[in-house]
């Protein structure tokens, strides 16, 4: 493959050619000298009454010497091109306030407004249009093929003389994949202008990118960030590699000081530091999460990713997005990109949080088909699921932390007949309403779930004494949730279950499982009498909730519903 030369001064706008850069103090004078009056700083000292380096000269020395030292281990490896032709010094760096910058200022060093265009890819990432409109610059976006692989013909076609540059981006958002490098090279190869390759999400992928190809082709300029792998968002530092030429002009252009001087400092230590292992648990967390959403009935494809996120094509995208965003979780709706109906995109997290959004998304499948029913409901202050298995599992399981809740949803599965796990994480030092509400939100849910795979249920009442205790409950399953309450407790807790949460727990399980349900009790004992009001309860739901007619059973004028 021989080097390919484009004249890159033909290719810049005569403006920024001709134009005088501004000259720092720090330009025109280095702080090495005791007394510094050049800069109108003041002269007390802050720790940042000094203006940074403009050049960020130790900021793009760590950056180069990892980027070198990257380029050598991956050609060790045999996965990368060698670069015979030497390695990146800092002078082919651009350091940026994020790769936003450089997009930004790319546009601005190359293309004239309203005369020259650039070229890109759809779907992508939105930031090269944005700032191609900022510059009053024409944007031509050419589609993906469907499996979202580069055409790099109609990329070609779509170009004229006025096309200044083409963006692409790999591991391309929101795609997730890589662009094949013989497409890409025959960009590199064909095209009589700026090539860039956005490489924000290069970390994840095996690939080594093309940063080692800017020693071949002058045109070429690889963007890089701290975004993503890095995991330094908030400091907002991206990188431009590129030929010598294009990166003085970059200079000339940009702000004096671009990254100020807090940055610059996280930056240079946060490169020293080791991110592999990270980096790879977030992959390997892909992989998992992956393969587990593939398994969920709602999810229709799960695309490949190189990247730090998964595209996800769903049965019904919009309304999973508010599903998620009602349980505390948000992702990315992609659906009204070209390419990409019915798509979500989903960053991986950490392992703990992935596992809430598979549980939330399975949350609720009205069907066995996984082995139970799961509902889940995520909250700032609490995280509960609830399982429901078919007839003849084994036992059931809780684990509320609320120890005479855990015994009353004992008596709940005991009595009904139902086979169920529930689980619920809260912060009960604070309170455990929370936790308490939200067992009886996600419970109401799962019966409500259970009753629609049903073909009948029904009206049942039942009145269940208890030493000197006695409680009657009768529930209708018709649709309509109305609650009686008549129960009154003596102390303040059975346990360490507050007794004025029965009421509260009985309600919210009657609005959110959908269904009338009077309760009435009497007696000596709280304790009595709270246990003889769950296990009425379950008693009147186990026959309420049976396909078969029970001679005791009040018919709807519906008949069996
Ligand atoms: N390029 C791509 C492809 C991105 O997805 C993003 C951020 N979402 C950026 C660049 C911007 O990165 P930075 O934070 O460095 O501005």
């Known amino acids: 493959m021989s080097n390919k030369t484009t004249d890159i001064d033909l290719l810049v706008r005569l403006n920024v050619k001709e134009l005088k850069p501004y ?4 330009d025109e004078c280095e702080l090495k000298y005791a007394i510094s009056l050049d800069a109108n700083e003041s002269p007390y000292n802050t720790g940042y009454n000094r203006y940074p380096d403009p050049h960020q000269k130790a900021l793009k020395d760590a950056f180069v010497k990892k980027i070198n030292l990257n380029s050598r281990t991956m050609n060790n490896r045999g996965q990368a091109p060698i670069d015979e032709q030497g390695e990146l010094t800092t002078e082919n760096i651009f350091a940026g306030n994020g790769s936003d910058e450089a997009i930004d200022l790319l546009i601005r060093v190359f293309c004239n407004p309203g005369v020259d265009n650039i070229v890109s890819i759809s779907p992508t990432y939105g930031m090269y249009r944005v700032a191609a409109s900022v510059n009053d610059i024409e944007y031509r976006d050419v589609r993906l093929n469907a499996d979202f692989s580069l055409d790099s013909k109609a990329i070609l076609n779509s170009c004229d003389s006025k096309s200044k540059i083409i963006f692409l981006c790999s591991p391309n958002n929101p795609t997730g994949n890589l662009l094949a490098r013989e497409d890409i090279l025959s960009l590199l190869d064909s095209f009589n202008g700026i090539v860039v390759i956005d490489e924000a999400y290069i ?12 020693i071949r082709y002058n045109n070429l300029a690889v963007l890089r960030t701290m975004s993503k792998a890095g995991g330094m968002a908030a400091i907002r530092v991206g990188f431009l590699i590129s030929s010598k030429l294009i990166v003085s002009y970059l200079n000339r252009i940009k702000y004096p ?49 190189d990247s730090n996120f998964l595209l996800v094509k769903f ?15 948000v992702v990315r709706y992609r659906g009204d990109e070209p390419g990409c109906d019915g798509m979500l995109r989903i960053t991986i997290g950490k392992p703990a949080e992935n ?37 003849g599992a084994p036992a059931s399981y809780f684990s509320t932390s609320i120890v005479i809740l855990d015994h009353m949803l004992d008596h709940i599965a005991l009595q009904s007949g139902l086979v169920m796990e529930i689980e619920a994480v809260g912060v009960l030092e604070v309170d455990p309403l929370h936790t308490i509400e939200d067992v009886a939100i996600v419970l109401g849910e799962a019966l409500s779930g259970l009753i629609s795979l049903k073909t009948g249920y029904n009206r049942y009442g039942f009145v269940l004494p208890m030493d000197e205790s006695r409680a009657e409950v009768l529930i209708d399953f018709g649709g309509r949730p109305y609650f009686v309450w008549e129960a009154g407790f003596k102390g303040d807790k059975v346990g360490d279950f507050p007794c004025e949460m029965f009421r509260h727990f009985f309600s919210t399980l009657s609005l959110s499982g959908k269904f009338t349900l009077h309760i009435k009790a009497t007696g000596e004992s709280d304790h009595h009498k709270a246990e003889a009001i769950f296990k009425a309860f379950a008693r009147s739901l186990r026959i309420a909730m049976s396909n078969k007619i029970s001679e005791y059973q009040v018919p709807s004028s519906k008949g069996i519903i």
């Open 23 to 26: 000259s720092t103090a720090r």
């Open 203 to 214: 970390d994840f992928s095996k690939n080594a990118g093309f940063a080692s190809l800017i």
């Open 257 to 305: 000081y671009n990254i100020s001087k807090v940055s610059q400092d996280i930056a240079i230590k946060s490169i020293n530091e080791n991110r592999r292992e990270i980096v790879n648990q977030i992959i390997s967390e892909r992989e998992r999460i992956s393969a587990l959403l593939k398994k969920t009935p709602s999810v229709k494809m799960v695309y490949p990713s």
């Open 315 to 329: 049965d019904n995208a919009k309304e999973i997005f508010k599903k998620l965003i009602e349980n505390n979780i």
């Open 355 to 391: 596992d809430t959004l598979i549980s939330v998304l399975t949350s609720g499948e009205r069907s066995f088909a996984s082995g139970y029913l799961e509902f889940t409901r995520v909250t700032k202050e609490t995280r509960v699921n609830v399982r429901l298995f078919p007839e």
